[in-house]
């Protein structure tokens, strides 16, 4: 938690459920970030937090925006952003929203089957297109599955059709999957990522960008390796692999921009036991899945918690959310703990709740308010 915002909790004591994010944080570590890749471009992954404060910040520090949705364009657009400065990454999308991410400027599309390519050949003549690769998303703590990317020699025919079709072909895309907590797996994508640059500079199509997608992770309750760390052998790779020929680097960083400029404030409701001789006690907050801790699925993403009783004797503790889904549990195996002097009434922080909270709370399911938010 940053001072302000710890300032501004203090100060103001807002209603909780609610997100206070610090927009310096974003700032800072959108600079550390460059400083790690200095040869890259930053595309801020919109998805994180779309939020305009946000937005406009990144716009003044010389920002581009990965858009998974015409809405999502807009937002940039709304905040300042160039069209020039917008890649609309999703490989999913409908054709009245090409149409108009085209008719606004955007220049820059992704795609990863033919059928997509076809859409774009049409209803966006002429843009820059890079094809999605299937990697791994092993060391991914929210890996993004087999949803998207295709395989190398489906991207190999696909990039060749590119250029057939009047599109110009003009890179290659990997996510190796969000908070990813091993550098192993960038390196083996910008691997796979050369061989296929060697492979079409044969067959006549020289491509010139490569992204790296997103997935440097932001600490929560455990340990990760530092951004320098994912710098280093993301460098080395590209160095490795293109020689002195290095092509331009994109990245999309999203969760890294914002996670830890956030905190969640919350209210305990209930603390209780479920049996008079169960050591552990059961927590319900105030916020839960569907107020937007959707990535706490599966017990993903393992958020810390602060306390006003912070340093007393803490027991071990399920934590849950406020609503009547029995899906409604943040964390029940994942070996939590909390001090043993949490009451009701007792408010709780949620550290780096930045990334993937805002967008993700219901519409009022149970009748609660989607997520109030403070930008500072
Ligand atoms: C979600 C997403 C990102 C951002 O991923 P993070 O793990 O938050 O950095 C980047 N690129 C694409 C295509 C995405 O879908």
């Known amino acids: 938690m940053t001072p302000k915002i710890a300032a501004y909790l203090a100060d103001h004591l807002p209603a909780t459920p609610c997100l206070v994010l610090d927009v310096d944080r974003v700032e800072q570590n959108y600079r550390t970030l460059l400083s790690a890749l ?12 779309p939020a305009a404060p946000i937005l406009e910040r990144l716009v003044g520090l010389g920002s581009s925006f990965d858009a998974a949705s015409f809405e999502e364009i807009e937002f940039c657009l709304a905040a300042g952003a160039a069209p020039a400065a917008i890649s609309y990454g999703n490989t999913i999308k409908k054709v009245s929203a090409i149409q108009r991410a085209h008719a606004a400027g955007v220049g820059m599309f992704a795609f990863d089957s033919i059928e997509e390519l076809e859409k774009l050949a049409e209803h966006a003549p002429g843009a820059r297109v890079y094809c999605r690769l299937l990697v791994q998303n092993d060391g991914a703590e929210w890996p993004l599955s087999r949803k998207f990317g295709t395989t190398v020699e489906t991207a190999r025919e696909l990039m060749i059709r590119a250029g057939e079709l009047g599109l110009d072909p003009y890179g290659l895309s990997f996510h190796v999957g969000s908070q990813q907590t091993t550098t192993g797996s960038y390196e083996t994508a910008i691997g796979r990522v050369a061989m296929l640059f060697t492979d079409l500079a044969q067959a006549g199509v020289k491509l010139r960008m490569v992204n790296l997608g997103g997935g440097y992770p932001v600490r929560y309750r455990d340990e990760i390796p530092g951004i320098d760390r994912f710098a280093d052998a993301i460098m080395h790779a590209m160095t490795q692999h293109f020689g002195n020929d290095l092509p331009e680097i994109l990245i999309e960083p999203g969760r890294f921009l914002v996670g830890d400029a956030g905190v969640v404030s ?32 599966g017990e993903s993403i393992k958020y810390r918690f602060t306390t006003g009783h912070d340093g007393s004797e803490t027991g071990p503790v399920a934590i849950a959310g406020p609503t009547c889904d029995g899906a409604d549990i943040l964390y029940e195996r994942a070996n939590y703990r909390l001090p043993l002097a949490l009451r009701s009434g007792d408010r709780v922080q949620l550290q780096s709740t930045g990334a993937y909270v805002t967008t993700y709370a219901s519409q009022r399911f149970n009748g609660f308010a989607p997520l109030a938010e403070y930008y500072i």
């Open 266 to 297: 919350a209210e305990v409701v209930l603390v209780c036991h479920k049996a008079k001789d169960d050591p552990v006690r059961w927590v319900y907050l105030d916020i839960g899945r569907f107020g937007g801790l959707a990535e706490t699925e």
């Open 38 to 49: 200095p040869l890259a471009r930053v595309y801020y992954a919109v998805k994180a937090n």
